[in-house]
């Protein structure tokens, strides 16, 4: 399996979750536009970071495994990774409730 076929599998994954828990929990357009930009920050630090990696050689992909495509240095396969952290993590972290306002902290502290 190429690095894009497995990309295209989890990225996939990501969003069935994400679009399952956004309509479960009752996310909003504010909800999508955070993940969003998250996301566009995830790939932007991950392609400085990458391609400073790879310039320095810490690590070497094959070849013959990718489509060719890079931005900067940063194979486009290597993209889907942070996309599906700014996908999945957020939707988890709706999943379990996080940011209700129903924190019982607050109600032992008030």
Same mark, same amino acid.
């Given at each position: 399996m190429t690095y894009a076929g497995l990309a295209v599998v989890v990225v996939a994954g990501a969003l069935v979750v994400a679009l +399952? *828990? #956004?309509r479960v929990r009752r996310l909003g357009a504010r909800w999508w536009a =955070?993940? #969003?930009l998250a996301a566009v920050v995830l790939v932007a630090l991950t392609v400085v970071f990458d391609s400073l990696?790879? #310039?320095a050689d810490l690590f070497?992909?094959?070849d013959a495994a990718l489509l060719g495509v890079r931005v900067w240095l940063t194979p486009v396969e290597d993209l889907a990774w942070? +996309? +599906?952290a700014a996908l999945l993590l957020p939707a &988890?972290? #709706? &999943?379990a409730g996080a940011g209700d306002g129903d %924190?019982?902290?607050a109600e *032992? %502290? =008030?």
């Open positions: +399952v *828990v #956004a =955070a993940t #969003a990696m790879i #310039a070497r992909y094959d942070p +996309v +599906v &988890l972290w #709706a &999943l %924190d019982e902290r *032992v %502290d =008030a």
